[in-house]
């Protein structure tokens, strides 16, 4: 059974403040997957990696795939109070397999 | 707004009754998911649906029930659960099965008596 594991798993910031979520494996993932999901919600997508090296930008938020697509980040610049949820990442580590979630971070962003 | 459309939102039920969970998408997707939720955790894959045949069955209890009568319905059949099923109950789909991403809808939150 393929483990990721993703840090941390409570983040409680300041408004303005900086951060960064990881999400590791010991095995090269396919495809890697970042969700959020609020209270009463579906999770929503937020990103798809699938190249070494990759970075991909969502207003704020900036995903990094590592060159080796063992792990990856998600970081937050300037966080806000709506950025305060559950962020998920989501692996495949080979086509046609199911994907194994991350434990979550739960993150808090404080007015 | 999500595009997987999950029905009902809330179900309380006792534990003699029997209840289905519905699903819906019309994005073409060809596989379909049931994941389980419980609070703080993430999601757990129950069943996976491909071209509406079951593929993937998590060694899931039989008091869960799939079906796929379509391409674009999957339902979740519940009878005689327990206590400990309580949880939120999540749809998602993909393009095929084997190519993310997943889309998930809203869930069903499921409360058992």
């Known amino acids: 059974t393929q483990l990721l594991e993703q840090s941390p798993q409570f983040l409680s910031i300041q408004e303005g403040e900086n951060l960064t979520v990881y999400c590791n494996s010991s095995s090269v993932f396919s495809s890697l997957q970042w969700y959020r999901q609020e209270p009463g919600e579906g999770p929503v997508l937020l990103v798809t990696v699938v190249t070494g090296g990759e970075v991909k930008k969502l207003k704020r938020l900036t995903f990094q795939f590592g060159d080796a697509r063992k792990d990856s980040s998600l970081h937050i610049t300037a966080a806000q109070p709506g950025d305060t949820g559950l962020y998920l990442c989501?692996?495949?580590?080979?086509?046609?397999?199911?994907?194994?979630f991350g434990k979550g971070t739960r993150l808090h962003i404080l007015p | 707004d999500t595009e997987v459309t999950q029905t009902p939102k809330h179900l309380v039920m006792g534990m003699t009754n029997k209840k289905s969970l519905k699903c819906e998408q019309h994005m073409g997707h060809r596989a379909m998911y049931w994941y389980k939720q419980k609070a703080k955790k993430p999601p757990e894959l129950m069943f996976v649906y491909s071209y509406e045949k079951l593929s993937i069955n998590e060694s899931v209890p039989s008091r869960f029930s799939p079906e796929c009568p379509n391409s674009s319905l999957l339902n979740l059949h519940l009878h005689a659960l327990q206590p400990e099923d309580s949880a939120l109950y999540l749809c998602a789909s993909s393009q095929e099965w084997g190519y993310q991403p997943q889309h998930f809808g809203d869930g069903t939150r499921l409360s058992i008596l």
């Open positions: 989501a692996g495949e580590w080979n086509r046609d397999d199911k994907i194994i």
